[in-house]
């Protein structure tokens, strides 16, 4: 498990131990960023990493230009790694880590008025997780208008085109895995796809 690209790009990221934590391939973690890259403007974004393991696809965003990172994660193991590898970047005044549940630690945000550009969304595969935290940022002002959340699920998974402001606007497979990119738009706004 590797960096990229970017300032930390080669970069070797320490594992979780055992088979509970799924990293994101390298192949899928690429298409991410190269659709992301040809989107939206990773320079100086604020970017939240929901169910981050290693914090792989968070320390990425930050390699590539990120400003600053908020990292969920309840698993203590994985958040224990999440930090060591975000101390290998030396970039611990731009990362947080909150250890907690995700539903919880995301209310917690929204009430402190926090706003992000864009938001990583990695779940366990088939876990069921990744339709209710779209279902809550979706609904919570938390993503500026303009802004993105990608969500990896298992190619199985059907999320819904629509939760709240954010609009899916594309979906792609690779293998077993799906990426969906949701758009956060004002209610009525012309909706572009090219997937």
Partial sequence: MRVIAGTWRGLRLAPVPGTGT???????????FSRLESRYALDGANVLDLYAGTGALGIEALSRGAATLVSVERNRRAAAV??????????????????GDVGRELAALARAGARFDGVLIDPPYESGLAAPSLASLGGSGMIVPGGWAIVETA??????QEVGVLQKVREDLYGDTKVLLYESRERGGA?????
């Fill in 155 to 160: 190619s199985s998974e059907e999320l819904p």
């Fill in 191 to 195: 909706q572009r796809d090219d997937g």
């Fill in 82 to 99: 999440l930090a060591e590898n975000i101390g290998l970047c030396g970039v611990r005044g731009q990362a947080e880590i909150r250890i």
């Fill in 22 to 32: 799924r990293p994101t391939a390298d192949r899928v973690k690429e298409a991410i």
